[in-house]
């Protein structure tokens, strides 16, 4: 087959590239039409295409530059959508989106109303599953390789997984039950560094092509058949001689033993190479494991260099010449609050020990790896060992600190509650990404911490209203001894610089910020938990009501909320967290309790899962903006004044 020189980009197209081979291609059916020999084009094409499109929207780009070639080469092996595909982690499929009919939507990826930043059901027959989260791949795709099974379908089903996918246990766990079962699953492995090997050398290339060869697969069928009338003695006799032969010159040895036939390492580039392998899989029986080699950031010269750091971009804004004043210096995310925090507690106490699940940049432990490099741990996509890994720290007398985000803690609740709470360890939780998080969407929100955490015993939960109170309250969770956790937002807040020191909160605590008007004929208290309190203190000002920072989810300051109970005619609760189970409800729940009839609203993020959109649009759509608080608090009292 002809192949053709990749193109490499050093710069973002600025203007759409001229792509006419991928212009006509809307949907897999015209990728498959296509002469073998064009598909070297075709990615080249797809990979400029890619390349410009994210420029102007932002989103995740080095794992999509690094699939271009297993894109097509899936597509173009596999009869999809009758053939499952099933994307692992969802941020690899920008280029499955452009060839599935999505390409001249792909501007609008993560923005209100354009494509979802994840496969998902709802927008293409062509996402078989939801993903958000990682390492679901190999489950879903057995579970729809089973079903195709039992019903007489002849449909193939294929999971890749890649960009560190492989790490997390419940992969393995997927993969020990389908190399049990008959499935005609095929599990694709896209290593590129953030996963499990390297490519080992010329010996092994040379016999990754032998064991991936028609004539190397017919040998082992066929060999098969004949050992059926041996005694299972030399059946077990020639399958280990096969593996161990495999283990030699392969990294398959692990996939083999647990039921799969290993093909690979095969160079994620070579279409022509790939195309051979993906149909030869396709034609086995059985559940297969094909490793494939690529390089994250293909194609564009300084994400190969820095793959991490061009993991994902920033919409790139058109150049002026007018004469625009400079921007004001970025304010520091609560996440570079939180950075700086765990390097200075660090200095001062030897037993801190800084534990994150894959998330080093996002929260901001960089710096604290850096200079602290035997109490740092990144224990890969692994939440739940994350958590466990802390409580057994914790035994030990160390000081753990797990840095994560609210929704991916939700995967590892189980050793929150067994591991951590229940034997009162000393384990402090700075979760981030708490509330919603814009443009990657539900999937990725911290909608419900307040809720799970809330019920568990022995926990401390916290929840700052600014920069300089994330800072107070992560010292205080730090010297808690038991469980504690503290839930900030994703981006910057209010601007409120933090001093150097390392002081601490009285615990269960709140603060009035706010006093209602004495001449006020109905007294209206606004109780406001973390990142509610600025957009409360607007309608606080404008409606004449107390605020209170109510700090603490658990404990609840019961002796402010006495002073309020006696004080006020009605109370509302604000939060960004589902109502049902969080902050208010607790409120309402000790009310209940000291038999305190006033009136309480509890606002809080609505029981729907909000789309995509930017922040300041979700918290609009969320009526959690100042705006529709004020609107909202209005006529919900002036209805209580009037009864």
């Known amino acids: 087959m002809e192949r053709t020189i990749m193109r490499l980009f050093t710069n973002i197209p600025t203007e759409r590239p001229v792509t006419p081979l991928l212009d006509r291609i809307?949907?897999?059916?015209?990728?498959?039409?296509?002469?073998?020999?064009?598909l070297s084009r075709l990615a080249d094409e797809l990979r400029a295409y890619l390349l410009w499109s994210v420029g102007r929207s932002g989103g995740h780009f080095g794992a999509g530059l690094g699939v271009v070639e297993l894109t097509i080469a899936l597509h173009y092996c596999f009869n999809t959508p009758e053939d499952r595909l099933v994307w692992d982690v969802g941020h690899q499929a920008y280029p499955h989106?452009?060839?599935?009919?999505?390409?001249?939507?792909?501007?609008?990826?993560?923005?209100?109303?354009?494509?979802?930043?994840?496969?998902?059901?709802?927008?293409?027959?062509?996402?078989?599953?939801?993903?958000?989260?990682?390492?679901?791949?190999?489950?879903?795709?057995?579970?729809?390789?089973?079903?195709?099974?039992?019903?007489?379908?002849?449909?193939?089903?294929?999971?890749?997984?890649?960009?560190?996918?492989?790490?997390?246990?419940?992969?393995?766990?997927?993969?020990?039950?389908?190399?049990?079962?008959?499935?005609?699953?095929?599990?694709?492995?896209?290593?590129?560094?953030?996963?499990?090997?390297?490519?080992?050398?010329?010996?092994?290339?040379?016999f990754s092509r032998l064991l991936a060869s028609r004539t190397y697969t017919s040998m082992r069928e066929n060999g098969k058949k004949v050992l059926r009338h041996f005694p299972e003695a030399a059946q077990i006799l020639a399958r280990r001689a096969e593996e161990h032969m495999k283990g030699m010159v392969t990294p398959g040895t692990l996939?083999?033993?647990?039921?799969?036939?290993?093909?690979?390492?095969?160079?994620?580039?070579?279409?022509?190479?790939?195309?051979?392998?993906?149909?030869?899989?396709?034609?086995?029986?059985?559940?297969?494991?094909?490793?494939?080699?690529?390089?994250?950031?293909?194609?564009?010269?300084?994400?190969?260099?820095?793959?991490?750091?061009?993991?994902?971009?920033?919409?790139?804004?058109?150049?002026?010449?007018?004469?625009?004043?400079?921007?004001?210096?970025a304010k520091p995310k609560y996440s570079n609050i939180f950075g700086d925090w765990l390097c200075d507690m660090a200095a001062v106490?030897?037993?801190?020990?800084?534990?994150?699940?894959?998330?080093?940049?996002?929260?901001?432990?960089?710096?604290?790896?850096?200079?602290?490099?035997?109490?740092?741990?990144?224990?890969?996509?692994?939440?739940?060992?994350?958590?466990?890994?802390?409580?057994?720290?914790?035994?030990?007398?160390?000081?753990?600190?797990v840095a994560i985000y609210s929704t991916f803690l939700q995967r590892a609740y189980d050793q929150l509650i067994h591991d951590v709470a229940l034997q009162n360890l000393d384990v402090l939780f700075a979760?981030?990404?708490?509330?919603?998080?814009?443009?990657?969407?539900?999937?990725?929100?911290?909608?419900?911490?307040?809720?799970?955490?809330?019920?568990?015993?022995?926990?401390?939960?916290?929840?700052?209203?600014?920069?300089?109170?994330?800072?107070?309250?992560?010292?205080?969770?730090?010297?808690?001894?038991?469980?504690?956790?503290?839930?900030?937002?994703?981006?910057?807040?209010?601007?409120?610089?933090?001093?150097?020191?390392?002081?601490?909160?009285?615990?269960?605590?709140?603060?009035?910020?706010?006093?209602?008007?004495?001449?006020?004929?109905?007294?209206?208290?606004?109780?406001?938990?973390?990142?509610?309190?600025?957009?409360?203190a607007t309608v606080a000002e404008t409606l004449d009501t107390t605020l209170v920072d109510m700090r603490f989810i658990k404990p609840l300051d019961t002796d402010c909320l006495q002073q309020i109970m006696a004080d006020h005619d009605v109370v509302v609760t604000l939060e960004e967290n589902v109502v049902a189970g969080g902050a208010g409800s607790a409120v309402a729940e000790w009310m209940a309790a000291e038999d305190h009839r006033i009136p309480i609203l509890q606002i809080g993020l609505p029981d729907r899962f909000l789309d995509h959109a930017s922040a300041q649009r979700q918290h609009m759509l969320a009526e959690l903006d100042a705006a529709s608080l004020e609107q909202r608090i209005g006529a919900w009292t002036a209805r209580q004044f009037e009864r």
Do not use: W
């Open 26 to 38: 809307n949907s897999p059916q015209e990728l498959r039409s296509l002469n073998a020999g064009d």
């Open 97 to 206: 989106k452009i060839l599935t009919g999505r390409r001249e939507q792909l501007p609008s990826i993560r923005q209100e109303g354009g494509l979802a930043a994840f496969p998902a059901r709802e927008e293409s027959i062509y996402d078989t599953f939801g993903v958000g989260h990682s390492s679901t791949a190999i489950s879903a795709a057995l579970g729809m390789a089973l079903a195709a099974r039992n019903s007489g379908q002849q449909r193939r089903a294929a999971a890749i997984v890649g960009d560190g996918a492989l790490t997390a246990g419940m992969a393995f766990e997927a993969l020990n039950h389908a190399g049990h079962t008959d499935t005609n699953l095929l599990v694709v492995l896209n290593d590129n560094d953030m996963s499990i090997s390297e490519n080992v050398g010329g010996l092994s290339q040379y």
């Open 255 to 329: 996939f083999e033993e647990l039921g799969f036939h290993y093909l690979g390492p095969v160079d994620g580039h070579d279409l022509p190479r790939l195309t051979e392998v993906l149909d030869t899989a396709r034609s086995l029986d059985g559940p297969q494991f094909l490793h494939v080699i690529t390089q994250k950031g293909k194609g564009f010269s300084p994400a190969e260099a820095a793959p991490i750091k061009y993991h994902a971009i920033s919409k790139i804004e058109p150049q002026t010449t007018t004469g625009k004043a400079p921007a004001a210096p």
């Open 349 to 401: 106490d030897e037993r801190l020990q800084g534990i994150t699940p894959a998330m080093r940049e996002g929260s901001d432990l960089v710096r604290f790896s850096r200079e602290y490099p035997q109490r740092y741990f990144d224990v890969a996509i692994a939440e739940q060992h994350a958590v466990t890994l802390a409580a057994g720290m914790a035994c030990e007398g160390a000081k753990p600190v």
């Open 431 to 536: 979760i981030d990404r708490a509330g919603l998080v814009g443009e990657d969407g539900p999937t990725h929100a911290g909608s419900f911490d307040l809720t799970y955490l809330r019920c568990i015993p022995n926990m401390v939960v916290m929840a700052p209203r600014d920069e300089a109170e994330l800072r107070r309250m992560l010292t205080t969770g730090y010297h808690h001894p038991g469980p504690a956790a503290v839930r900030y937002p994703r981006g910057s807040g209010p601007g409120v610089v933090p001093d150097s020191t390392l002081d601490s909160l009285p615990l269960g605590k709140a603060e009035i910020l706010r006093a209602s008007g004495a001449k006020a004929a109905k007294r209206i208290a606004l109780l406001a938990f973390g990142s509610m309190v600025s957009p409360a």
